[in-house]
């Protein structure tokens, strides 16, 4: 909420905030603008200092590690009430030409003991299950297509392995890079040679990455960047120009950077991941895509690809087909584009003179955690923010509009608590992961021609994540009624309730256990046969060989019938359930 304008009249904060939430706190938008250049980005965050004594891995460092993974006592509340078992009932279809023994626990994968150590100190103890896939198929130099719910660690799934693959190996592989004791901007400065980019949609997610490679990459000398819109490039430059091994970006503020060789190479690229791809297959972005992924100095043949995402739409496929080699492996975890039984689905009919009322019931309901609130228009943002304010809820917002100051501060209250409702756009809030979001709120549904139910899928997602349970509460007026029927499949797949209201949709000879079926699964291209891999020069392998389905042959991702042919298969209990530690029978190897 901005500080209002002199002579405007509102409610000052003396009075309580309501029962269960902390004290709102009225954010200054012009003095933020205003102190700008002077702000500390969240990029500009402390990552681990290596010297040229430490060799390729270095001592602990208390106060850094506290900074990065909390104090010891908090580490335990972490996993606290952690629920496993819907995770692990989710079924993995793995398809490829490559067969991929997977993980039980991250000891069984032969990752580097200090990444063992870091993962102790996130506070992972069992992989996910795209994680028990992911992680062997990177370790062993396999391109990988990764389709796995949100919430469902798929960062980390690409993350540990990369790093544990290169810890030991910075010397070696990196680029020189001045002594950070000893560092003098002007002086010592290099051009930033990484080893990984990491590309995503947004500077939220970008931010966050990043912050997850600070922890991955602690005691090591691997060196981790962010770049992205809203900070001078200036100030994005002097960081390169300290050394980077890990560089996260947005697609613009990477293509700004490839055209400036003076701060930044690509030729000792190693790997390329394009995370969230689904959302930045957008047209808009298509130069971007193609400077970072072919317009560059790495050599073809040898960067590994990885693409991840929620939903796997035509526009991936072709993407992966235009650079993944053909010995690629793909794994699904579950439906692409469904969402999980972690979080409670409740969709709630209400006029829309009366969403106001009924929001401020639910916050009253359930009060004092972190909930996200999502509107459709960056307008519907500040408004609602406006209106919850001067309830004396302690609101923040976030939107496109907004300047990098302001979207960092907003993001910092809302993960510290200090705002632990944030009002956002989809679009935004895009990947964001804070701990213990207990509650989303779509006070706008997305509609069906702007995201329709995989917006859906993603927004919801920001609860639940990882083990943790979380409630979902959609609100459902006259205008959401083409979304009816699709959201009616999305809450039977997931054993939700449906409320009367939706009670038509329910698909007919519907009956509990019985398959929901979706449009998204049957919109291969017939015609769509070529082969992955063009980047890798050999035949064969292809999308469409019969070594690449579970079930009948003909089936995989690049033809009409490759999801009949699966639903078959994992009907007769085909595919690779998580927990089952072996293919099932018919599983097609």
Not at 49 to 72: C, I, N, R, S, T
Not at 237 to 246: F, P
Not at 274 to 291: F, G, H, Y
Not at 320 to 342: I, P, Q, W
Request: aromatic share 8%; proline share 5%; hydrophobic share 35%.
């Amino acid at each position: 909420m901005a500080v209002p304008e002199e002579g405007s009249v509102v409610e000052t904060g003396d009075q309580a905030a309501p029962v269960g939430w902390v004290e709102r706190t009225a954010f200054d938008y012009t003095a933020m603008a205003e102190a700008e250049t002077a702000a500390t980005w969240d990029g500009n965050a402390r990552v681990y200092q290596w010297k040229d004594e430490y060799g390729d891995v270095g001592p602990a460092f208390e106060e850094l590690e506290v900074e990065l993974f909390g104090d010891p006592e908090s580490r335990r509340d972490r996993q606290t009430g952690l629920d496993f078992s819907k995770i692990e009932q989710i079924e993995v279809i793995q398809e490829g030409p490559q067969r991929i023994e997977y993980i039980k626990t991250f000891a069984d994968a032969g990752i580097h003991p200090v990444m063992l150590r870091n993962i102790e100190l996130c506070g992972y103890e069992v992989p996910t299950p795209i994680q028990k896939f992911t992680i062997p198929a990177i370790l062993q130099g396999y391109d990988v297509i990764g389709v796995a719910q949100t919430g469902s660690g798929k960062t980390a799934a690409y993350l540990i392995p990369i790093l544990s693959k290169l810890m030991g190996k910075a010397k070696k592989l990196g680029a020189p890079r001045p002594n950070p004791a000893r560092f003098q901007e002007g002086v010592d400065n290099v051009i930033a040679e990484p080893l990984v980019v990491v590309v995503v949609p947004t500077r939220e997610l970008a931010v966050q990455i990043f912050n997850e490679a600070r922890k991955l990459c602690y005691r090591s000398m691997l060196r981790p960047c962010v770049v992205y819109g809203g900070v001078p490039v200036r100030e994005q430059g002097g960081l390169l120009s300290r050394g980077c091994d890990i560089l996260i970006g947005t697609p613009g503020r990477l293509k700004d950077f490839i055209g400036r060789p003076e701060v930044l190479s690509l030729r000792r690229l190693k790997y390329m991941i394009i995370d969230e791809a689904d959302e930045m297959l957008n047209d808009d972005w298509e130069s971007e895509l193609q400077a970072i992924l072919s317009g560059a100095e790495q050599d073809v043949g040898n960067v590994y690809y990885g693409l991840f995402s929620a939903t796997f739409p035509k526009a991936a496929r072709d993407l992966a087909k235009k650079y993944l080699c053909d010995s690629h492996v793909r794994f699904r975890v579950g439906r692409a584009g469904s969402t999980t039984e972690n979080i409670k689905q409740m969709i709630v009919e209400v006029s829309r003179e009366g969403k106001n009322e009924t929001l401020l019931t639910l916050l009253e309901e359930m009060n004092g955690v972190r909930t996200i609130i999502f509107v459709n228009s960056r307008q519907a943002a500040d408004t609602l923010d406006d209106f919850l304010f001067n309830m004396k809820l302690p609101v923040t917002s976030i939107h496109s509009d907004r300047t990098q100051v302001e979207r960092e501060a907003a993001m910092r209250a809302f993960r510290s608590g200090q705002a632990p409702i944030l009002v956002a756009t989809g679009v935004t809030a895009r990947g964001i992961d804070v701990r213990n979001v207990m509650h989303v709120i779509n006070y706008d549904l997305p509609s069906i021609e702007y995201g329709g139910i995989e917006e859906y899928t993603h927004r919801i997602g920001r609860t639940g994540r990882i083990g943790h349970r979380g409630v979902a509460t959609s609100f459902f007026t006259e205008r959401d009624e083409p979304l009816a029927s699709v959201l009616t499949r999305t809450l039977l797949e997931t054993n939700q309730d449906i409320p009367d209201f939706l009670q038509a949709y329910i698909p007919e000879n519907w009956s509990s256990g019985t398959k929901v079926k979706f449009e998204t699964e049957s919109d291969f291209d017939p015609n769509d046969v070529a082969g992955a891999g063009e980047g890798c020069g050999d035949e064969g392998g292809g999308w469409n060989t019969a070594d690449n389905v579970q079930g009948d042959s003909g089936g995989g991702w690049g033809n009409s019938g490759g999801n009949d042919a699966n639903e078959a298969a994992n009907a007769s209990g085909g595919g690779w359930g998580a927990d089952a530690a072996q293919p099932a029978a018919g599983a097609g190897w």
